[in-house]
């Protein structure tokens, strides 16, 4: 079969490589301990499901407007003013198949073959396939421990052609969990309103920040910056609702209506009771976020601590998501190598940071209980042990 050009140059995913491999061994009976979730281990809050059958119950069941229910643009808008002091309407937001979906149309609207979007390394793995399959080309600023894992204003400055269309800018980040301060976010603004390009602001993991982090929006920064910025967003980390498919994307209204056009000829409208969730999330308590985050909190200094007592590895402190990267150039194997090898001898799944674009660490998601964050690390330092 003659397959269509884009198509040879998407690789698939490695993570699901690893995740696969894990699952077939469980179903086995053998006992894995893994760290590969790129999701919390958290039921959807109950306030959040009752909202989704009521709606089915009413009869939301039918298409709706392609670019979302009123009342979830609406309150989108309005958690965008008042969480991130973003001064969007709701002609301003589309709601999408989730965070991923509102990425992906946001490439088709924006770039062209032989445009350039600037993509800081360690990156989601999905961010370059995008550019690569919407025609671009992904340019890769990498970074470092030594950098904090963060990119240098003077590095954007210097990747940026005349081609470059746009920065994808993640904070918090996955998979290094961390979070550019105000002033780093300010000085990149600056290049970003100088060179004129667009910056997309992947914001999934706000709500989960650590040590009296705070979130701030790029976008907030002032009236120039505002202009430059797409905010890409979802329900997905915040609320635990990864298999709901609700995400959002806000910017200039002009940018919006074409994303719809899009929407509206791809996958129309997001299934509709499932966005009277997402109206519930956001309008219910948010005392649902607090609990998980408690989990998520405790569990990360159990995983640090022990980590820490790991010779020679070591990782950023994490000040957002739910995962730590963890340089582990020390043993001097890839880190696909690293993986199965920890897989097969230790029963510890992990995630190869090749997939993020960084071959000498590996990404341990701490969405998963402690008793298995005890175990698997312990295993993880007699693996090591062994090794050097
Ligand atoms: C999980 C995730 C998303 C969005 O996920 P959806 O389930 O599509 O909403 C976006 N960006 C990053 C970095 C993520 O980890």
Redesign the pocket.
Known sequence: MKLAARVHQITPSLTLQISAQAKSMKAEGIDVCSFTA??PDFDTPEHIKAAAIEALQMGKTKYGPAAGEPLLREAIAKKLRQDNQLSYEASNVIV????????FNLMLALVEPGDEVIIPAPY?L??PEMVTLAGGTPVILPTNAQSGYKIAPEQLQEAITSRTRLLVL?SP??PTGVVYTPEELKAIAQVVVERDILVVS?E??EKILYDGVEQVSIGSLGAEIFARTII??????AYS??GW???YLAGAKELIDVVTAIQSHSTSNVCTFAQYGAIAALEGSQECIAKMHQSFAQRRLVMLDLLAAIPGFTGAKPNG?FYIFVNIGTTGLGSLEFCQALLKQQQVAAIPGLAFGADDHIRLSYATDLLTIEKGMARLKEFVSQML
């Open positions: 790129g999701e999408t198949n989730g965070g991923k979906h509102s990425l989601w999905s961010y993640n980040s996955n992947d999934i993991y890409s967003n979802g329900f997905a980390k609702m990864t498919r609700i995400g998501a």
